[in-house]
Structures are given as structure tokens and as C-alpha cells.
């Protein structure tokens, strides 16, 4: 079983930047692939970013590129999210997700294991 906790929302105004940290526990996920979904009230939950642990390779949903980036820390079992030129539409909750075959994917399901969500509202 992998644990997953999330954290570094926040409340912050438009043009803002947070990141959000995502530490992994119970077994390395240096081999999984890792995402970061957000689900905003009314809405499914969608991607938005995500990362192969062992190659490093990423992918991000066309809403964030250019202003989010993923990273990782293998050593520390941690996934990034930093965020820049926040904007009131990012307002969700961000869930971090870990999949144990290593390749990314943009679908919810196919995580196998979630955390609990972490909030960040963007004001106006």
C-alpha cells in the first residue's frame, strides 16, 4: 500500500504561485508514474499534470502548460507541483495519485492510489 498526503494549498489572489508537495509512503514509487488531478466544485475530477518517477519523462493537460510544472524527488518519495500565474479558474482541490505501472495517464482510474486532497483557491 502506498499513502499519499498532499500539501501547500492556500489562499492566494491571481497571479499568485504555490507548490504543492505530494509524500509518498509505505513503498518507493520511483517506479510509478505520479499525477496531479483537480476536481473543482460541480466538476469531475481532471488532469492536469503528471510524471514517470524513473525517467522523469511529464505531461500536462494543454489548461496548465506553460504556467505548472511536476517534478520529483526520488530520494524523498515527494512529487511537485509548482504552480505560477495562478488564476480564479485553477480554484480546486488538487489530488495527487500514484499508479503503479509507470507509464502517465490521464485518466482517474487508472490510479491506484490517491490522497486526500489539498485546497487552493484563487481570488480575484
Known amino acids: 500500500q502506498v499513502q499519499l498526503v498532499e500539501s501547500g494549498g492556500g489562499l492566494v489572489q491571481a497571479g499568485d504561485s504555490l507548490r504543492l508537495s505530494c509524500a509518498a509512503s509505505?513503498?518507493?514509487?520511483?517506479?510509478?508514474?505520479m499525477g496531479w488531478f483537480r476536481q473543482a466544485p460541480g466538476e469531475e475530477r481532471k488532469f492536469i499534470s503528471g510524471?514517470?518517477?524513473?525517467?522523469?519523462?511529464?505531461y500536462y493537460a494543454d489548461s496548465v502548460k506553460g504556467r505548472f510544472t511536476i517534478s520529483r524527488d526520488n530520494a524523498k518519495n515527494t512529487v511537485y507541483l509548482q504552480m505560477v500565474s495562478l488564476e480564479p479558474e485553477d480554484t480546486a482541490v488538487y489530488y495527487c495519485?500514484?499508479?503503479?505501472?509507470?507509464?502517465?495517464?490521464?485518466?482517474?482510474?487508472?490510479?491506484?492510489?490517491w490522497g486526500q486532497g489539498t485546497q487552493v483557491t484563487v481570488s480575484s
Open positions: 495519485a500514484a499508479r503503479r505501472l509507470g507509464m502517465i495517464s490521464t485518466t482517474a482510474s487508472a490510479y491506484d492510489y
Open positions: 510524471i514517470n518517477m524513473s525517467t522523469g519523462d511529464t
Open positions: 509505505g513503498r518507493t514509487v520511483s517506479r510509478y508514474a
